[in-house]
């Protein structure tokens, strides 16, 4: 009887414990969202709120076995990525150079907490001196956002691309506030 009881007792715990713990493992195949980090007011940090980050370096490959970042956009997406800088008068930017299969693209993600708006290039650059452009206006309203070219088919390698977005005041009636690249060197100083 006691026999009984425990393995009655076992199939209702499987019962109740398996739905948990599938539920907490999340569906398969998507990958965790990486937590934002908060800047110094507390709130979400430029690309951060918008890019997810994936353990990736500055080519693009995983620490973890070198497959490809994923930035939220699909197994199939590499993303090599600059730093994330920040002016001293409050614009704050990423810049990158997606592949997708055979299309390649740049994206630059920003925040701008200078209070103006801005006007931003975003240009990818490739091989055999090509080169797209794309303009942007930046809001002022402090919220992560992002700006892109058009995608292109890849000539050569992914690696042959390169990616740089200039953030200044509208109009061009002002210095240039940001550049910021796909392979920019991070600031340094002491």
Partial sequence: MNVRL???????????????????????GDPDPAPVRPGPRGDAKGPDAIAPRTGAGADGAAASGGSPSLLGLGLATA?????????????????????QGE???????????TGEALDAVLSLLGPGD??????????????PASCETPRERT?????????????????GQGPLLLRSGSNSAPPTGG
């Avoid at 425990?6 to 398969?28: D, E, N, R």
């Avoid at 993303?79 to 997606?98: K, N, W």
């Avoid at 299309?103 to 907490?113: D, M, Q």
Wanted: charge should be negative; charged fraction near 15%.
């Fill in 6 to 28: 425990l393995a009655l007792a076992g199939v209702v715990t499987c019962v109740i414990a398996l739905p948990l713990a599938m539920a907490s493992a999340g569906p398969v």
């Fill in 103 to 113: 299309e390649t693209w740049a994206r630059s993600y920003y925040r701008n907490a």
């Fill in 130 to 143: 090509r080169a797209v452009q794309m303009r942007c206006a930046v809001d002022a309203d402090d919220e």
């Fill in 155 to 171: 000539r050569g390698g992914p690696a042959a691309y390169s990616a740089i977005a200039e953030y200044a005041a509208r109009g």
């Fill in 79 to 99: 993303a090599r990525c600059g730093p994330e800088l920040t002016s001293p008068g409050g614009i704050e930017a990423q810049t990158c150079v997606l592949t």
